[in-house]
């Protein structure tokens, strides 16, 4: 399984040199099966830069959403295989307290995108499970699917594949003030024993309580939740758009302490970033 992150950005993009190392765009990450079979982590402002490289292909593809917010969304409108005829994409909506499973697609009209989405020649088809199906095959891969705790609510979900399994967990508040979807311990049990675990660490503790409630977790608590379950690696993904490279740099090294003090001498802990490949 080849994991290669496009963006890594929470909220906004955030362009300019003080972003250029781990990059600006907003959530997207490919991974490539062994056998060929093609999965999108969320469609935000980096699935442009996949969408030029997958255009050379020809291979059904297969995009599954955490939610409709537009950093996980906005990239889908310049997403070249959308435009291919007869490319066939797979949609998975996340499962947002509000029903709108097309809500991608709806951003294409003149408010809001000059072009409409009657204009993408691709063949779309959404997939949409039922929650006592939160488990599916798409090509050699099993995919999981859990409710996150999200203000909107939303997915996680995690891929196995080839002997290995990832965790994508992003937009997730561990311990919100507001009625949770999934406490601590389910969340240890989702991503238990995954090579890859992908969470959101967009807050410091300095951040608390002013952003309490708005949906991220606290790096530390991406940590706690990577040693909880056993993870190999914990990349630290949303990063806050205020948060620069230095920033980042400084959070994964503590983090990784954290990691090490707690006796969890096999794992590592770092920041994705654009162009970060991980083959497990
Ligand atoms: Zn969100």
């Known amino acids: 399984m080849k994991v290669k992150f496009y963006g890594v950005r929470g909220s906004i993009p955030t362009p300019g040199p003080s972003f250029a190392k781990y990059g600006g765009n907003t ?30 292909k020809t291979a059904p593809i297969h995009l599954l959403l955490s939610h409709n917010h537009w950093d996980h969304i906005q990239g889908f409108p310049f997403f070249v295989p959308a435009y291919q005829p007869e490319r066939e ?13 097309e809500a991608i697609l709806e951003q294409m009209t003149g408010s809001f995108f000059p072009v409409p989405r009657e204009a993408l020649n691709s063949l779309i088809t959404f997939k949409e ?46 311990y919100p003030p507001y009625q949770k979807d999934g406490d601590f311990q389910k969340f240890v049990a989702f991503a238990k024993d995954s090579d890859l675990l992908i969470h959101d660490a967009q807050y ?58 707690g006796g969890a001498d096999d794992a590592v802990c770092i920041a994705a970033y654009e162009g970060l490949k991980i083959i497990l």
């Open 27 to 56: 959530a997207c990450v490919h991974v490539e099966l062994n056998d060929g079979t093609d999965i999108v982590l969320d469609a935000g402002t980096g699935i442009r830069l996949l969408g030029n490289k997958l255009a050379s």
């Open 204 to 261: 410091l503790v300095e951040d608390m309580p002013k952003k309490h409630g708005w949906g991220h977790s606290v790096a530390e608590e991406a940590v706690k939740l990577a040693m909880a379950a056993q993870t190999k690696i914990l990349a630290l993904y949303s990063h806050d758009p205020e948060r620069t490279d230095d920033d980042v740099e400084s959070i994964t090294s503590h983090a990784d302490d954290i990691l090490k003090i």
């Open 129 to 174: 499970y039922a929650e006592s199906e939160n488990s599916w095959a798409i090509g050699s891969a099993n995919i999981t699917r859990m409710r996150m705790n999200h203000p909107g609510g939303g997915s996680c979900y995690c891929i196995e594949a080839d002997g290995k399994k990832l965790a994508y967990i992003t937009d997730n508040e561990l």
């Open 89 to 101: 994409i797979f949609i998975t909506p996340g499962l947002t307290k509000e029903y709108r499973p």
